[in-house]
């Protein structure tokens, strides 16, 4: 079936990069998703890229997909401490499903020391 | 801006005792969702609701589960029995014409 996987961990500096990455299986998948949940609260849209795109730039996000691959990541330029949180990647089902059902990744904690 | 609203924010239960989770989705949206996530553990899908019916439910979705439209704003999940594996944070998600789904801020299920 279908399975999205990310690591579980990110540490950077303030200021530098950071690159978050996240596997799936599902190539049918239409959108990719990338959602940031800060503490204690819910799922904040932060940006998606169609299946038939490589790449997608907003503001200080960067969206790559290899779909050879199947792996997406997402770049943060000029990390600030209030981008700690933990970044969820997601995948519409695909043809498994006509619904547009998401299958999340396990998220990855961001963390961003001053 | 729009956004989902779910209540309460928190809902602590006793075993076998009925609850009904909440939620107002954006209000030209047209299709909904319910998730939930296990303490430490991915968000998983429930159900999705679609013109006033079940479009696609999980394994998880069993016939504890129900899910209601009963007006034309509010969007409820109700557990008939609860169980202790039932605490979670329970998520409400709802789209329109795209497919990008929108989530509230969820509520967290303690079953005791």
């Known amino acids: 079936g279908e399975d999205v996987e990310q690591s579980l961990f990110l540490s950077v500096r303030e200021g530098d990069s950071s690159v978050i990455n996240c596997t799936y299986t599902?190539?049918?998948?239409?959108?990719l998703y990338w959602y940031k949940q800060e503490p204690g609260a819910g799922l904040q849209l932060l940006t998606y890229?169609?299946?038939?795109?490589d790449m997608k730039q907003d503001q200080r996000l960067t969206v790559l997909l290899n779909k050879k691959d199947k792996h997406l990541s997402l770049r943060i330029a000029d990390t600030q401490t209030g981008d700690s949180a933990i970044y969820f990647c997601a995948e519409t089902a695909g043809s498994s499903s006509n619904t547009g059902k998401l299958i999340f990744g396990q998220g990855t904690t961001l963390q961003v020391k001053p | 801006e729009p956004e989902v609203t779910q209540t309460p924010s928190h809902q602590v239960t006793q075993m076998g005792q009925e609850v009904i989770l909440r939620c107002v989705p954006i209000?030209?949206?047209?299709?909904f969702y319910w998730y939930r996530q296990i303490l430490g553990q991915k968000v998983e899908f429930l159900v999705s609701?679609?013109?006033?019916?079940?479009?696609?439910k999980s394994e998880i979705f069993d016939d504890q589960f129900s899910v209601e439209r009963p007006d034309g704003s509010n969007f409820t999940l109700k557990i008939r029995s609860t169980k202790l594996e039932d605490s979670a944070m329970y998520f409400c998600?709802?789209?329109?014409?795209?497919?990008?789904?929108?989530f509230g801020p969820g509520t967290r299920l303690t079953v005791l």
């Open positions: 609701f679609y013109n006033n019916e079940i479009s696609e």
């Open positions: 890229i169609f299946s038939n795109m």
């Open positions: 599902d190539s049918s998948s239409t959108y």
């Open positions: 209000s030209n949206h047209l299709y």
């Open positions: 998600a709802s789209s329109g014409q795209s497919d990008t789904q929108y």
